[in-house]
């Protein structure tokens, strides 16, 4: 069982691996027995192509994708499909759920069969098989919001250090991580226009994980729980603000390990986490009593000195 994931400059999408789970289940109910090849910098632990030997297997099935003989960018590497033919020359390959753009190109001939999904020439084309894939089973969707700037904090600042340490342990979340940011650029499809667009997507978060003020505040606003890093050695803005709110969930820079961070999300995704983030949201609004609004009127009021 093989597909662009199996080689080593080819790309991995979700499309491509649901194909393969598709069609690995038909194999498995089917009682045909298979091995699956992985390219090394996906599945370092996966099998290799380079690692298989061809005259074990009968038959080679290549899942998804176009078929095309278009070198990689990498220089003095061939065609991934036509080294997979070389080497595979022993075995009946059968090309499934695949896309046609040149029926003559030897990517495509090299096949024994080809079961397309689409033609260049065809005016229709079958079902991906993508769609029959089990339903997918629920993950956190989880705001990733940090910033490696604030040099007004001189030598307290961690920002580069905890960024480093946020990016590489949400590289392991089983959650769908999103990049954002709470600067808006009217020109920039990439980065929100207005406040409420930041607001949209906050609202839709499972969790939101910064490095802000802004991202803790506005998270919180939108009643998501907030994973809170005050990336300022000894504390500053972050800190003062999750305890000017009564928010729990903020941490040091000096305890954004995996193991804190594992922990915190766990707390921010739990139901006490949620409840605690929604209690906030219903709370926020037009201020009430003292506080930094009233103290600027007060100093605007006249005959105030």
């Given at each position: 069982?093989?597909?662009?994931?199996?080689?080593?400059?080819?790309?991995?999408?979700?499309?491509?691996?649901?194909?393969?789970?598709?069609?690995?289940?038909?194999?498995?109910?089917?009682?045909?027995?298979?091995?699956?090849?992985?390219?090394?910098?996906?599945?370092?632990?996966?099998?290799?192509?380079?690692?298989?030997?061809?005259?074990?297997?009968?038959?080679?099935?290549?899942?998804?994708?176009?078929?095309h003989s278009r070198r990689p960018a990498a220089d003095g590497v061939p065609a991934p499909l036509l080294e997979l033919h070389r080497?595979?020359?022993?075995?009946?390959?059968?090309?499934?759920?695949?896309?046609?753009?040149?029926?003559?190109?030897?990517?495509?001939?090299?096949?024994?069969?080809?079961?397309?999904?689409?033609?260049?020439?065809?005016?229709?084309?079958?079902?991906?098989?993508?769609?029959?894939?089990?339903?997918?089973?629920?993950?956190?969707?989880?705001?990733?919001?940090?910033?490696?700037?604030?040099?007004?904090?001189?030598?307290?600042?961690?920002?580069?250090?905890?960024?480093?340490?946020?990016?590489?342990?949400?590289?392991?979340?089983?959650?769908?991580?999103?990049?954002?940011?709470?600067?808006?650029?009217?020109?920039?499809?990439?980065?929100?226009?207005?406040?409420?667009?930041?607001?949209?997507?906050?609202?839709?978060?499972?969790?939101?994980?910064?490095?802000?003020?802004?991202?803790?505040?506005?998270?919180?606003?939108?009643?998501?729980?907030?994973?809170?890093?005050?990336?300022?050695?000894?504390?500053?803005?972050?800190?003062?603000?999750?305890?000017?709110?009564?928010?729990?969930?903020?941490?040091?820079?000096?305890?954004?390990?995996?193991?804190?961070?594992?922990?915190?999300?766990?707390?921010?995704?739990?139901?006490?986490?949620?409840?605690?983030?929604?209690?906030?949201?219903?709370?926020?609004?037009?201020?009430?009593?003292?506080?930094?609004?009233?103290?600027?009127?007060?100093?605007?009021?006249?005959?105030?000195?």
């Amino acid at each position: 069982m093989t597909g662009w994931f199996s080689f080593l400059h080819g790309e991995v999408t979700a499309g491509d691996l649901l194909v393969a789970d598709v069609v690995r289940d038909a194999l498995r109910g089917a009682s045909i027995p298979y091995d699956t090849a992985w390219s090394p910098t996906f599945r370092p632990a996966g099998l290799h192509l380079e690692n298989v030997d061809p005259a074990a297997y009968t038959h080679l099935v290549f899942a998804c994708g176009p078929l095309h003989s278009r070198r990689p960018a990498a220089d003095g590497v061939p065609a991934p499909l036509l080294e997979l033919h070389r080497r595979f020359a022993g075995c009946r390959r059968i090309a499934v759920g695949v896309s046609v753009v040149d029926p003559a190109d030897p990517a495509v001939t090299g096949f024994d069969v080809v079961l397309a999904r689409d033609e260049a020439a065809a005016a229709t084309g079958a079902p991906d098989l993508s769609r029959h894939a089990p339903p997918p089973r629920a993950v956190p969707v989880v705001g990733v919001v940090v910033t490696e700037g604030q040099h007004e904090y001189g030598a307290r600042r961690r920002h580069g250090e905890v960024a480093r340490a946020i990016e590489a342990w949400a590289g392991g979340l089983d959650a769908a991580r999103l990049p954002l940011d709470t600067r808006l650029d009217a020109q920039d499809w990439r980065l929100p226009a207005s406040p409420d667009q930041v607001h949209a997507v906050f609202a839709r978060l499972d969790a939101v994980v910064t490095t802000r003020l802004h991202g803790l505040v506005l998270g919180l606003r939108a009643g998501t729980p907030v994973l809170a890093v005050d990336p300022v050695a000894g504390g500053a803005k972050v800190s003062a603000q999750a305890a000017a709110l009564g928010w729990p969930m903020v941490l040091p820079a000096e305890r954004a390990t995996a193991a804190e961070l594992d922990q915190a999300l766990d707390w921010c995704l739990s139901p006490a986490g949620r409840a605690r983030a929604r209690e906030l949201a219903d709370s926020a609004g037009a201020p009430r009593g003292p506080g930094l609004l009233a103290d600027l009127l007060r100093h605007l009021a006249p005959g105030a000195g």
